[in-house]
Nanobody, 126 residues
Framework: QVQLVESGGGVVQAGGSLRLSCAPY????????MAWFRQAAGKEHDFVAS????????YYEDSVKGRFTISRDNAKNTMYLQMNSLKPEDTAVYYC???????????????????WGKGTLVTVSS
């Protein structure tokens, strides 16, 4: 069982930036692909971005392309989501997750992920 911990959420004005981090509570970062999802109030988990096992490839949902950057530093045991030019519609709880035995950066559905963090809340005010 892998326990992931997200951090870095908070309240920011529209146009601002935040950087989220995801690290395992203990042990080493997954050697598989990983992803960020988000869940706005009353909605399902939505895919945001994914990154390959070695960080060499990334994939983004269209609405965050050019604004968000996913990265990972396996030596530091941490995955990141740099979020710039934030909009009120980015308000959500953000979750990191591991992609089971998958290694590439693709669009992932919620049921493709095996381990999840408990989330960190991002609130963007207008």
């Amino acid at each position: 069982q892998v326990q992931l911990v997200e951090s870095g959420g908070g309240v920011v004005q529209a146009g601002g930036s935040l950087r989220l981090s995801c690290a395992p509570y203990e042990g080493t970062l997954s050697t598989t692909a990983m992803a960020w999802f988000r869940q706005a109030a009353g909605k399902e988990h939505d895919f945001v971005a994914s990154i390959s096992y070695n960080g060499g490839s990334t994939y983004y949902e269209d609405s965050v392309k050019g604004r968000f950057t996913i990265s990972r530093d396996n030596a530091k045991n941490t995955m990141y989501l740099q979020m710039n030019s934030l909009k009120p519609e980015d308000t959500a709880v953000y979750y990191c997750a591991t992609a089971g035995s998958k290694f590439g950066a693709y669009y992932y559905t919620e049921d493709a992920m095996d381990y999840w963090g408990k989330g960190t809340l991002v609130t963007v005010s207008s």
